[in-house]
């Protein structure tokens, strides 16, 4: 599903983005310039094939469609007698609160939702991902970060709280788009490294012409988010973020953009030396400079 950015007025005068998509739209701050946030940005809560990728669609292994589970539309998912949870295990208790996974591990078990071709309703427990935004948050201008999201309620431990959306670029795609920007330009690119078994898959996630919420989510390097990558219909990975910690009302959002998981770097990218961008966080252990992946600098 797509949707393009659609900011409203509510009865109150508030002004939201997602509204009519996300199941929890997300306010923007009154000091927000609306123009600001909707150039060349399309709102959409699904990765999508970039423009490259889509030649890729019939022939990419990855997108291809996972076998769904056979439970019935009135029925909740369990270890029992879902094949989707009996894969890999159990990854959701009833809330929607993540279970029997740690960030901190070095090997983090597969998590896999349910999906379009399960038997199973909107309902079901292990679909939570997919599902959206639930709690609500704020998009607002930081004093030296550009925008930044915040919490307008609680939030629990190990809960989801949004999606890191965009078009899956191929390597190529992702290093041509990254030397089309110029020094003040923010790289929105995302590189997701995954090791699995004898393999490593990449995967590279670009938010700027299309994405969601996560595009405005600052680093830090002491975060309250980490990352998770969530499989639903296919091999390419959703990055979801669950709260690392409880965090509080009007708390900043953050995830650390380099060592949050150890699929989320490697021996050449997300190294914080190479980069020239400050890191504003703030935090006792700051780093001083963003990381970056410098792979997307080489030459193909």
Not at 45 to 64: M, Y
């Amino acid at each position: 599903m797509k949707l393009s950015m659609d900011l409203y007025t509510s009865n109150r005068r508030k002004m939201f983005l997602g509204q009519g998509f996300e199941p929890q739209p997300i306010e923007i701050d009154s000091d927000v310039d609306t123009r600001s946030l909707s150039v060349k940005f399309e709102y959409i809560n699904e990765n999508v094939p970039g423009p490259t990728k889509e030649v890729e669609l019939d022939s990419d292994e990855r997108f291809f469609q996972f076998r769904g589970c056979s439970c019935s539309s009135g029925s909740l998912c369990s270890e029992k007698d879902c094949s989707c949870i009996q894969r890999f295990g159990p990854t959701f208790d009833p809330y929607g609160v993540l279970i029997n996974v740690e960030p901190q591990e070095s090997k983090m078990r597969p998590v896999l939702e349910c999906n379009s071709e399960c038997g199973c309703g909107d309902a079901c427990p292990n679909r939570v991902v997919q599902n959206g935004v639930k709690f609500k948050l704020k998009i607002f201008r930081t004093e030296r970060k550009g925008f930044g999201v915040k919490a307008l309620e609680p939030i629990q431990k190990n809960s989801f709280v949004c999606e890191y959306v965009g078009e899956i670029l191929t390597a190529d795609e992702a290093k041509h788009r990254t030397r089309l920007l110029s020094p003040s330009d923010t790289n929105f690119i995302m590189t997701v490294n995954e090791h699995l078994e004898s393999r490593r898959e990449v995967t590279y996630i670009d938010p700027i012409y299309k994405g969601n919420v996560g595009r405005f989510v600052n680093h830090s390097c002491d975060p309250n988010l980490f990352l998770i990558p969530v499989r639903v219909d296919h091999s390419y990975p959703r990055v979801a973020m669950f709260a690392l910690r409880d965090i509080d009302v009007d708390e900043e959002l953050s995830y650390d953009y380099a060592n949050d998981l150890s699929y989320a770097s490697s021996s050449n990218a997300m190294d914080a030396r190479n980069s020239n961008s400050r890191c504003f966080c703030e935090s006792i252990n700051c780093r001083k400079y963003l990381p970056m992946d410098s792979n997307l600098y080489l030459s193909s």
